[in-house]
Structures are given as C-alpha cells and as structure tokens.
C-alpha cells in the first residue's frame, strides 16, 4: 500500500476537475461521490419552476451543508447552456426531483448575489433527476457519500471506502470500487468479495472487478503468491478470458492475468493472442507475452 501521504494526495487528485459543462479528452464524468466532495451543499428537492431565469427549487433533504427542508433555493444555471450542445442542456422539470450539488453564486468579485442563490456544482453534472421508482438506492447513497467526506480519520475513510464493495446498494458499489483503485487500497482480505463480482450482470461491474484482482496481483511480492490465492482467483479469471461476451470484460481478464505474469498463465494469453473475435484483445494479450521477462 502507498504511503498515507501519497494516498491523500490521491484523494484529493480524484476531487479536483477541469471545465463546468463539458469534459476534458479521456476524462469521466464525476460520480455522485465526488460531487458530493466537492460540494458546499448536497440537497434532494422539487423543481418549483424551471422557466425561470433562475430555477426555483424547494428543498426535501440536506445531506450536506447549511440549508433546511422546506426552504426554497434559487438555482443559476442557463450560462451553462451556452457551452453545451442540445442534448446536454441543463433543464428543470417543474414537479421533477432532483439531487442538487451546490456551491454559492458570486458576482466578478466573488461577492454572494444572496443567502438563498447557488449554482451547481460542475455544470450540467451537478444535478441528478431521481427516477419515479427506485429512487431510494441514490439517496441511501447521497447519505452515505456525505457520512463519508466528513470523516476527519483518513483510515476510517478508506475503510469505510473499502466496506461500499460488500454493499447491496448498487450505486454504493460502484463507488467503491473506483476509490479503491483509485486510492489503492485493494488487499488480500477484499478478495472473496470483488470476485463475486465476477458474475455481476453488469459488465462494467466485472471489468472493475478484474482491474482491482490485477492491482492487488501487480502489488504483490513472492511470499504472497501462493497456491492458495493462485488456485482461488486464476482459474474464474481464465473463465472470463476466454468466455465472457464483453469485449472490455475479455480484455480486463486478460490484463489481470497479465499482471500474474508467469508460466501459470502464459498457455491461456497465447490462446487468447490466437483466437479472440476482438482485435483489440488479441494484441493486449500479445503484448503481454511480448512484454514478460525472459521473452524472446
């Protein structure tokens, strides 16, 4: 594991993002937990109306930040538009309910235009319309996420960050896992658990799973090699290698077994460097075997 420094470093990289209504090349769109990090108030509330110059919302549930149910939030939103292509407008549905990530609306001078104004937080990404069913699993989640940035004991964080991956809550899960390997902090003891995702109907769920095995596999010394994990976690992995109908699944596996490295799993690579439908995962495999020591 990184040291504390490095890894706090590590959580403040994944806080940090550039632009308000679009993304960067190759950059993701931040998850709920991020925002919820970067935001001076996390609210659940229904759109008053939306036609205004400002949106009038009314607040249902404080997650985080100084605001109380009932009041009624202004929200600056339309000089996000201009940036925006059609489809990704930001638009306010009188009656809809959203989760809102807020932060104070400034003037040039960076006064406060008022008590009751805010904008949100990374643009369009700053709000979440909640779905008419179901709507439960995000606030559950909203909760937690704001449970969690106000930890001030870094080591309960990454606990806690650590326990989202045995969730039943899906937004939770997902969550965790990018922390995890964003922050590194996969171990021996998370096995049995990510490899449960193996079998998740989601595949990016399972492409994350396998990133994680291989973070922990390309972390790992000698001494904790040992036949037990190898007979635990190779032979599931060679599954979805070979098998699995995701592309992307295909090419995680194939990048775990990568980071075994090793004459366990060089016979599986060279199959998979033959045969796979995918192009993409053929070379990955390729250059896997190209790249290992002793290689010719």
Known sequence: M??????LQALSATLLFA??????????PPGLYELTARSDL????????????????????????AARPGQRLQIAFRDFNMDLEKEDRVEF?????????LTPEVDWEGRRRGE????????????????????????????????????????????????????SNPVLVDA????VLDLDLMDRDMVPRVMGYFRDPAPGRRVAALKLMGRLFAGSG???????????????????ARNDPDERVRGAAVDALGSWGGPAVAETLKEISRQDPSQAVRYRAELILLLAPGSP
Not at 2 to 7: H, I, K, N
Not at 132 to 161: M, T, W
Not at 176 to 179: I, P, V, W
Request: net charge neutral.
């Open 93 to 101: 549905v009188d009656d809809e309910t959203e989760i809102l990530f």
């Open 2 to 7: 990184r040291p504390p420094a490095v890894l």
């Open 42 to 65: 996390v609210v659940s509330a229904r759109v008053v109306s939306g036609s205004l110059k400002l949106a009038q919302v009314r607040v249902r549930e404080v997650f985080r930040g």
């Open 222 to 240: 000698e001494g904790e090699r040992d036949p037990e994990l190898q007979d635990a976690t190779l032979p599931p992995i060679r599954v979805l």
């Open 176 to 179: 965790g896992m990018k922390e």
């Open 116 to 167: 009751d104004r805010y904008t949100l937080v990374r643009g369009r990404f700053g709000r979440f319309t909640l779905p008419r069913e179901g709507e439960e699993i995000y606030l559950e989640a909203v909760r937690e996420f704001s449970c969690l940035v106000s930890l001030k004991n870094h080591r309960d964080l990454f606990d806690r960050l650590k326990g989202l991956v045995g969730s």
């Open 19 to 28: 632009g308000a209504g679009g993304l960067g090349k190759g950059e993701e």
